[in-house]
């Protein structure tokens, strides 16, 4: 799954920063949510617009922690319950059904965070 495996320790994938950057990478080319990624981040990402999440230190120097949306017990990937990577999907309520985007290309996606950082900047493109 993305670069880990039902061997993967991951205590030890914590430590290592540059795995981590790899496996988000893959997740966000295969247009998926990251299944490990670090939190606590202040710095401003602002390619993929939200919190910086691929790196283990902050530059202040305080240590980031690794957020995992699966379980690894013995040899098996599992999702975390309450943790699954699967972001908003469709529901239906009482015969209705809401389209969260779950359905939109990943060019479409980033069609849409394009648009989103044109909302925030002055007339003549600047923010």
């Known amino acids: ?17 540059a795995r981590v950057a790899e496996i988000i990478e893959s997740a966000r080319k295969a247009g998926l949510r990251p299944p490990v990624f670090y939190r606590g981040d202040d710095a401003y990402d602002p390619v993929h617009v939200g919190f910086r999440c ?5 530059d202040d120097g305080h240590p980031l922690f690794l957020y995992s949306t699966v379980s690894i017990e013995n040899g098996q990937i599992a999702p975390l319950a309450g943790n699954e990577p699967t972001g908003h999907v469709d529901i239906t309520v009482q015969g209705n059904t809401f389209d969260f985007g779950s359905g939109l290309s990943s060019a479409e996606r980033w069609a849409i965070i394009e648009y989103q950082k044109m909302l925030g900047q002055k007339s003549g493109g600047q923010p």
């Open 1 to 17: 799954m993305l670069g880990l495996t039902g061997a993967t320790d991951l205590k030890a994938l914590a430590k290592d920063p």
């Open 54 to 58: 691929d790196r283990a230190v902050r």
